[in-house]
Nanobody
Framework: QVQLVESGGGLVQPGGSLRLSCVSS????????IAWFSQAPGEEREFVGR????????FYRDSVRGRFTISRDNARGLSHLQMNNLKPEDTAVYFC?????????????????WGQGTQVTVSQ
């Protein structure tokens, strides 16, 4: 069982930065790939990026590549989503999710465990 809790959301101006955190209470955090998703009001939940269980590789959707970075610390059961040069269209609730380690990058919502989400608002 993996329980995930996100934090770090808030209100930021365009061009600003935020770092979201996802902490796991499970003891097998290192067995899971971690993904981040965003969900804007009235929209479907959308893949942001994913980091492998080892942390050696990450993949991002086109609109955030070069601005967002996912990292993880398996010893502490932590993942971070560093978001730079934020844009109003990045406004959404952000979720972290976990899935058993795989060589396949899963960009659908087919993940086993989810956090409750944290709100990010980018506005003047």
């Amino acid at each position: 069982q993996v329980q995930l809790v996100e934090s770090g959301g808030g209100l930021v101006q365009p061009g600003g930065s935020l770092r979201l955190s996802c902490v796991s209470s499970g003891r097998t955090f290192g067995d899971y790939d971690i993904a981040w998703f965003s969900q804007a009001p009235g929209e479907e939940r959308e893949f942001v990026g994913r980091i492998t269980s080892t942390g050696r590789s990450a993949f991002y959707r086109d609109s955030v590549r070069g601005r967002f970075t996912i990292s993880r610390d398996n010893a502490r059961g932590l993942s971070h989503l560093q978001m730079n040069n934020l844009k109003p269209e990045d406004t959404a609730v952000y979720f972290c999710a976990a899935r058993r380690a795989s060589s396949t990058v899963v960009i659908t919502t087919d993940y086993e465990y989810w956090g409750q989400g944290t709100q990010v608002t980018v506005s003047q």
